[in-house]
């Protein structure tokens, strides 16, 4: 991947979220915990953020199930949670931890929602990486009942856009987005064209079927809290499909 170039006038480091506030009320739910205890087997994923270590959102991440992942549109959203003490006195850890959605956890019909289909519709369930389950719960649990809620993202940096696909399929990647972090429209224009919307194709990857060689690129970010940030040329009109560049932050 090629060095990501920031799009402002001055770098600097930028931490957002802690300003903008979400719907704080917990709910029940259950984790469980997949990856090792590296959480590398939980690279990749269904949002399309591939490496999770370079892309920074490290080993404290989930996989959700079918009713949270909403189609792709919930990944990286945040999440605080804390293993239910008074359900589970035995298995549970003191704290909490907050985690990104980075993956999906896929449901099993053939098992039942109690027994191994801990994922199947309508539950709301979190497959954490094993090191964050691991902070609020014993490992030999297996699976815990807790409590959640979405809280702002904490990002460094600005959001990131990487450019993959080719001429007239234009696949772009967004990640590192703080706030709600989640992504919910994503508009994007030419040095010679005006303002077009994206569609989502997984995940967090959108895609526009322009052609944009030789043009520097801005886009347009709204997030699921009715936030929007435009980054002007971010991309300069020199890019190569695989560069990511960085641009504002919420």
């Given at each position: 991947?090629a ?5 402002t006038?001055?770098?600097?480091l930028w ?7 979400l719907?704080?009320?917990?709910q029940?739910?259950?984790a ?6 590296d ?5 990749g994923?269904a949002?399309?953020?591939g490496?999770?270590y ?10 959700l199930?079918?009713?949270l992942?909403?189609?792709?549109a919930?990944?990286?959203?945040c ?7 008074h359900?589970?006195p035995?298995w549970?850890?003191p ?8 993956n999906l ?7 039942p929602?109690?027994n191994?289909?801990w ?5 709301q ?5 094993q090191p964050a389950f691991?902070?609020i719960?014993?490992?030999r649990s297996?699976?815990?009942?807790i409590i959640?809620?979405?809280?702002p993202?904490?990002r460094?940096?600005?959001v990131?856009?990487?450019i ?9 990647l967004i ?11 994503v508009?994007?224009?030419?040095s ?11 995940g967090?990857?959108?895609?526009s079927?322009s052609?944009l060689n030789?043009?520097?690129?801005s886009?347009q970010?709204s997030t ?7 980054s ?6 020199n890019w190569q499909f695989?560069?990511?560049?960085e641009?504002q932050?919420f």
């Amino acid at each position: 991947m090629a060095p990501v170039t920031v799009a402002t006038m001055f770098s600097f480091l930028w931490i957002a979220g802690a300003a903008y506030a979400l719907d704080s009320a917990w709910q029940s739910a259950h984790a469980t915990f997949y990856g090792g205890s590296d959480a590398s087997g939980t690279m990749g994923g269904a949002c399309g953020y591939g490496n999770l270590y370079s892309q920074g959102y490290g080993t404290n991440t989930a996989a959700l199930s079918t009713a949270l992942f909403n189609n792709g549109a919930t990944c990286g959203a945040c999440y605080q949670m804390k293993c239910n003490h008074h359900s589970d006195p035995q298995w549970c850890l003191p704290g909490t931890v907050t985690v990104t959605a980075t993956n999906l956890c896929p449901p099993n019909s053939a098992l039942p929602n109690d027994n191994g289909g801990w994922c199947n519709p309508p539950l709301q369930h979190f497959d954490m990486a094993q090191p964050a389950f691991q902070q609020i719960a014993i490992y030999r649990s297996g699976i815990v009942p807790i409590i959640f809620r979405r809280v702002p993202c904490m990002r460094k940096g600005g959001v990131r856009f990487t450019i993959n696909g080719h001429s007239y399929f234009n696949l772009v990647l967004i990640t590192n987005v703080g706030g709600a972090g989640d992504v919910e429209a994503v508009s994007i224009k030419g040095s010679n064209t005006g303002w077009q919307p994206m569609s989502r194709n997984w995940g967090q990857n959108w895609q526009s079927n322009s052609y944009l060689n030789g043009q520097s690129l801005s886009f347009q970010v709204s997030t699921s809290d009715g936030r929007t940030i435009t980054s002007y040329n971010v991309a300069p009109a020199n890019w190569q499909f695989s560069q990511t560049f960085e641009g504002q932050q919420f």
